[in-house]
T-cell receptor, first 112, second 117 residues
């Protein structure tokens, strides 16, 4: 069955550094994936979508890469700020349907 | 638009009681999803609808769970009878058909936190 793994449950970094989060998947070949941010007590919020042929996508301080050979996506936040502290979730389309399945997320803490 | 609206935000009930969670998707969205989130299992897809029709309910854990979407602006998730292991945050999300074969971004509600004693 499809499996999505995000590298660690928690990541602690200092303000100004680059945060790198990893999403690995197995038994699957998604055409695209999405990244979401979730704050405590809130629903996830969409950040970025990247297609298999895009390799890299940027949005302000965010950058996402997609390596279909390694079956891995990397999510980078440059010049991190305490306000970036949240849980970040990656998501893949479920089989041939249109629903997304999510990884468990990585909780990022940025200290000042 | 007000976004996806869920109710109740919090529900505490006793084992064996019926629980009904409600969702109003964003107007014009074609897809509606129900997810459940726990610390142990993360965000799990329970069921989703396209144009009010259930497409995949393979994530519904047991027959105690049922979901309906009687019209484009309303959906319910019902648990009967409820059990302590059903305690979780239940999210509803909606998205629009993109016409490109790519699932549009999901817009989530704030969730319904269910505690079954």
């Amino acid at each position: 069955s499809q499996k999505i793994e995000q590298n660690s449950e928690a990541l602690n970094i200092q303000e100004g550094k680059t945060a790198t989060l990893t999403c690995n998947y197995t038994n699957y070949s998604p055409a695209y994936l999405q990244w979401y941010r979730q704050d405590p007590g809130r629903g996830p919020v969409f950040l970025l979508l990247i297609r298999e042929n895009e390799k890299e996508k940027r949005k302000e301080r965010l950058k996402v890469t997609f390596d279909t050979t390694l079956k891995q996506s990397l999510f980078h936040i440059t010049a991190s700020q305490p306000a970036d502290s949240a849980t970040y979730l990656c998501a893949l389309v479920y089989q041939a349907g249109t629903a997304l399945i999510f990884g468990k997320g990585t909780t990022l803490s940025v200290s000042s | 638009d007000a976004g996806v609206i869920q109710s109740p935000r919090h529900e505490v009930t006793e084992m064996g009681q019926e629980v009904t969670l409600r969702c109003k998707p964003i107007s014009g969205h074609d897809y509606l999803f129900w997810y459940r989130q726990t610390m142990m299992r993360g965000l799990e897809l329970l069921i989703y609808f396209n144009n009010n029709v259930p497409i995949d309910d393979s994530g519904m854990p047991e027959d105690r769970f049922s979901a309906k979407m009687p019209n484009a602006s309303f959906s319910t998730l019902k648990i009967q009878p409820s059990e302590p292991r059903d305690s979780a945050v239940y999210f509803c999300a909606s998205s629009a058909y993109t016409g490109t074969g790519v699932t549009g971004e999901l817009f989530f509600g704030e969730g319904s936190r269910l505690t079954v004693l």
